[in-house]
């Protein structure tokens, strides 16, 4: 009940209701106040000794009171991948998430307790974001989530079918794994996109770097780099324990639960490994090849993608 952020009053009704009789508003701010103190132990643990080669970060959006008028509240959180293999979130604030500012506010204070060895960070596309990685985290490559960027590119088609066609080669692209393979198909995606809506045409092929950088890291390490989907999970989580609050009363009590949905999350997953730590060992961005994709590699991916987009518009007909 604490962990939700609700109020005093509510607490003692809902306390009531289950039997345990009334709760002195002095008893709920001392349970309300132990809470806060795990929360900030949980912001304020420091990694001296370990290194994090992969960050995720992503922001979701909470309604509370600040000084008086309701506000829309990003909310981010950083998830580290240990070298140990395990998972767990590092960081969690309130930032503008516009602001290149906010943002390396919120990555600095990461860095200051303790995460370094970063090699790699996933993310959405946020304004700021990616300025904010490049200073703070010299030498990281930036991911830019995959199914972030399929929904930007279908965002610029209205016609069905033009918005079939486009997801059916961005999603072939992707099913591939040989990486050479994956960037002529990413190519010829781009190409084939850009016949139908140029604007979209322009994002895919300005977005390749960031959205290829996955193929840099080892093969075993793929399928996790290349989205934001471990922050997905968590935010559906959130959303779901803050759905019975609706609006928070203050950014002191959707912290307090943010922060407690983080802490029952962090025991999960310390309990499982994520990447196996052996292949983590030594992890590092390998140069990309400089060498021009071969005509014949080429060809394939254009007959590739030209055949999932037929198979695609076969099943819509």
Same mark, same amino acid.
Request: hydrophobic share 40%; charged share 30%; glycine share 8%.
């Given at each position: 009940i604490y962990v939700r952020g609700l109020s005093t009053r509510k607490i003692e009704k809902a306390a009531d209701a289950l039997g345990f009789g009334s709760l002195s508003p002095s008893r709920v701010s001392r349970m309300t106040s132990d809470l806060d103190e795990e929360v900030a132990a949980l912001n304020a643990q420091r990694f001296d000794g370990m290194e994090f080669p992969y960050l995720w970060l992503d922001a979701t959006y909470l309604n509370c009171r600040d000084e008086g008028p309701v506000q829309s509240k990003?909310?981010?959180?950083?998830?580290?991948?240990? /070298?140990?293999g395990s998972r767990r979130f590092v960081g969690f604030g309130v930032v503008d998430t516009e602001s290149a500012a906010s943002?390396?506010?919120?990555?600095?204070?990461?860095?200051?307790?303790?995460v370094?060895?970063?090699?790699?960070?996933?993310?959405?596309?946020?304004?700021?974001?990616?300025?904010a990685i490049a200073e703070v985290f010299q030498g990281a490559a930036w991911q830019r989530c995959i199914v972030h960027l399929e929904r930007d590119v279908a965002g610029w088609f209205s016609k069905r079918e033009d918005k079939a066609v486009a997801t059916a080669a961005m999603k072939a692209v992707f099913?591939?794994? /040989?990486?050479?393979?994956?960037?002529?198909?990413?190519?010829?995606?781009?190409?084939?996109?850009a016949q139908l809506k140029a604007h979209a045409g322009e994002l895919l092929e300005d977005a390749?770097?960031?959205?290829?950088?996955?193929? /840099?890291?080892?093969?075993?390490?793929?399928?996790?780099l290349r989205t934001n989907n471990v922050q997905e999970r968590a935010n559906e989580e959130i959303k779901r324990r803050t759905k019975v609050v609706g609006v928070f009363p203050s950014v002191e009590s959707m912290m307090r639960l943010v922060g407690s949905v983080l802490i029952?999350?962090?025991?999960e997953w310390l309990e499982m490994s994520f990447i196996d730590a052996a292949s983590l060992r030594g992890v590092a961005r390998s140069e990309a090849d400089p060498r021009p994709i071969p005509a014949d590699v080429m060809e394939k991916a254009r007959v590739y993608v030209a055949?999932?987009?037929?198979e695609r518009l076969g099943k819509a007909a």
């Open positions: 990003g909310v981010v959180t950083a998830i580290g991948c240990g /070298d140990d943002w390396k506010a919120f990555l600095r204070g990461l860095r200051r307790r303790g370094h060895g970063v090699r790699c960070v996933v993310s959405d596309a946020h304004e700021g974001l990616v300025q099913a591939e794994r /040989d990486p050479q393979l994956v960037r002529a198909a990413y190519r010829q995606a781009t190409e084939r996109i390749e770097a960031d959205a290829l950088a996955y193929l /840099d890291f080892p093969y075993e390490h793929h399928v996790r029952d999350v962090n025991e055949a999932a987009i037929e």
